[in-house]
């Protein structure tokens, strides 16, 4: 299995932006799909964006234009960039790989502590 480790969290303000790395050890990334998913309090965890290994990338209708998903082979490590961010964004967001070739899903079974997001009004 990976080891993932989210940083990059904090306090921004609306159409603000932040990029959250997601770094990986114990394995390479390059073999696994990796994806964004984020949590806030009373609602489901919630797909972000997920990069696959082919580098094929899934966005949602509410991140597609605003969130772009990348990955740097050389570091080991996934980002995820947030442009334009809404009070409605401020969740806990999480990484998570699989590398089985499953797509992009929220049954991964490596995931990271999480970063705390908070956008401001």
């Known amino acids: 299995q990976v080891q993932l480790v989210e940083s990059g969290g904090g306090l921004v303000q609306s159409g603000g932006s932040l990029t959250l790395p997601c770094a990986a050890s114990?394995?390479?990334?390059?073999?696994?799909?990796v994806g964004w998913f984020r949590q806030s309090p009373g609602k489901e965890r919630e797909g972000v964006s997920c990069i696959g290994s082919d580098g094929t990338l899934y966005y949602t209708d509410s991140t597609r234009g605003r969130f772009t998903i990348s990955r740097d082979n050389a570091k080991n490590t996934v980002y995820l960039q947030m442009n334009s961010l809404k009070p409605e964004d401020s969740a806990t967001y999480y990484c998570a790989a699989d590398r089985r070739p499953l797509g992009c899903h929220y049954n991964m079974p490596d995931w990271g502590k999480g970063t705390l997001v908070t956008v401001s009004s």
């Open positions: 114990g394995s390479r990334l390059d073999d696994y799909i």
